[in-house]
């Protein structure tokens, strides 16, 4: 079965650093949201992506944040600046021809930011 | 409460036993979907019903939306130890194009 698969599974950074996160979408979707989860909270939404541009982001998304779709297969998130409060794990998604309908997620990055 | 609040928090019960969970919302939705998470993995997508839908069956699953209430329920039927797993509920909220709002999840651990 089709899956999105994210690279890496752990990232380490220290505050201040950039940091990108990888994931493969599935091939024949057209949408791809990233999502995080900080340790026992909700899962959150960040942004969402459709035809080489953004098309809804959150409050959490601030200019501090970056998607790109650099080619046909991958899709990143960059954090130019990392702070404290960015450890969590972040979750990339992408559905077929309907957005906000059966999402499928990868495995996550825990991204730990000291 | 918040948009998207589950209960209960967690629930504990044995193998063969029914399980049920709450989902309460604030806004007008699209539609309301349950998703699965296993401890440190992703989300896998179990089902979605839409606003004008009252009840789906998906296998085990059973899904019910009262849109009045602002509230669903998601029904395990004899349930199985690879059950075990946080559920949640996530709701495509009118206005929005493809944002999902998660609620706070439900831990089952489902006993042999």
């Known amino acids: 079965e089709p899956e999105v698969t994210q690279t890496p599974s752990h990232q380490v950074t220290q505050m201040g650093q950039e940091v990108i996160l990888r994931c493969v979408p599935i091939?024949?979707?057209?949408?791809f949201y990233w999502y995080r989860q900080i340790l026992g909270q909700k899962v959150e939404f960040l942004v969402s992506?459709?035809?080489?541009?953004?098309?809804?982001k959150s409050e959490i998304f601030d200019d501090q944040f970056s998607v790109e779709r650099p080619d046909g297969s991958n899709f990143t998130l960059k954090i130019r600046s990392t702070k404290l409060e960015d450890s969590a794990m972040y979750f990339c998604?992408?559905?077929?021809?309907?957005?906000?309908?059966?999402?499928?997620f990868g495995s996550g990055t825990q991204l730990s930011v000291l | 409460s918040q948009q998207g609040e589950e209960d209960p928090q967690a629930l504990s019960i044995q193998e063969g036993e029914n399980a049920t969970m709450n989902c309460s919302y604030k806004?007008?939705?699209?539609?309301l979907q349950w998703y699965r998470q296993n401890s440190g993995r992703g989300l896998v997508h179990l089902i979605l019903?839409?606003?004008?839908?009252r009840e789906k069956h998906s296998g085990r699953l059973r899904v019910t939306l009262d849109t009045s209430k602002k509230s669903s329920s998601l029904l395990i039927t004899a349930s199985r130890a690879a059950d075990t797993a946080s559920y949640f509920c996530a709701t495509a909220n009118t206005g929005t194009a493809s944002k999902l709002t998660f609620g706070t999840g439900t831990r089952l651990q489902v006993t042999l």
């Open positions: 019903i839409r606003s004008n839908e």
């Open positions: 998604a992408s559905s077929g021809n309907l957005s906000n309908e059966k999402l499928f």
């Open positions: 992506f459709y035809n080489n541009e953004i098309s809804e």
């Open positions: 806004t007008s939705i699209n539609n």
């Open positions: 091939s024949n979707h057209l949408y």
